[in-house]
């Protein structure tokens, strides 16, 4: 199966600065088969990026994927309080699908 | 609106059996897969398997293989994930999700917590 890796393991950055994580494969991933995530404290992760940069209904613009192949990044510009979340990145162009470890976002 | 409904926090002891549900509505649920996903209390997400309701075709991730059961009833727009022995090394919450297959997943349940303590 493909190990996603993620980093930085923990980002911490202040509002209005641009946050850029990362997401390395194992292997390809296919079609660019890659969605990030956001999760905050107590909640179920939401969607936010798939097939590696579109965005999902309802995700403002200050949200955006790119990369192929073995690399990916979540860029998030103008970082807003509420940003604060573990991240994910999901390959699915692989059986099984499979999650990075995470990211944590810390607004300082 | 799209949302799915996951029925309430559990709490078993090792041995017992178990069936936790997942009910689609504001869609046609037989024209999406429903897929699970576990977290661990700490700890990330990891894809369980999925189901499309409407012909009951079934995958699973290699380490739920035989170890869980995934299932459906499109009457009541439900899905289900099910131990028939549970053991303490299955608490965690676990979440459904909508998906178009083995792809992204665009909806989720607030999740269903599973405590197993003797």
């Known amino acids: 199966e493909i190990v996603l890796t993620q980093s930085p393991g923990t980002l911490s950055l202040s509002p209005g600065e641009r946050a850029t994580l990362s997401c390395r494969a194992s292997?390809?991933?296919?079609?660019?088969?890659l969605a990030w995530y956001q999760q905050k404290p107590g909640q179920a992760p939401r969607l936010l990026i798939y097939?590696?940069?579109g965005r999902a209904t309802g995700i403002p613009d200050r949200f955006s994927g790119g990369g192929s192949g073995t690399d990916f990044t979540l860029t998030i510009s103008r970082l807003e309080p509420e940003d604060s979340a573990v991240y994910y990145c999901?390959?699915?162009?692989?059986?099984?699908?499979?999650f990075g470890q995470g990211t944590r976002l810390e607004i300082k | 609106e799209v949302q799915l409904v996951q029925s309430g926090a559990e709490v078993k002891k090792p041995g017992e059996s178990l069936k936790i549900s997942c009910k689609g509505s504001?869609?046609?649920?037989?024209?999406?897969?429903i897929a699970w996903v576990r977290q661990m209390p700490g700890k990330g997400l990891e894809w369980m398997g999925i189901?499309?309701?409407?012909?009951?075709?079934?995958r699973y991730g290699p380490s739920f293989q035989g170890q869980v059961t995934i299932s459906a009833d499109k009457s009541i727009s439900t899905a289900y994930l099910q131990w028939s022995s549970l053991k303490a090394s299955d608490t965690a919450m676990y979440y459904c999700?909508?998906?178009?297959?083995?792809?992204?997943?665009?909806?989720w349940g607030k999740g269903t917590t599973v405590t197993v303590s003797s």
């Open positions: 999700a909508r998906s178009e297959g083995v792809a992204e997943m665009d909806v």
């Open positions: 504001g869609y046609s649920f037989t024209s999406y897969w």
């Open positions: 189901i499309y309701p409407g012909d009951s075709d079934t």
């Open positions: 292997q390809s991933v296919s079609i660019s088969y």
């Open positions: 097939g590696a940069s």
């Open positions: 999901q390959q699915y162009g692989s059986s099984p699908p499979t």
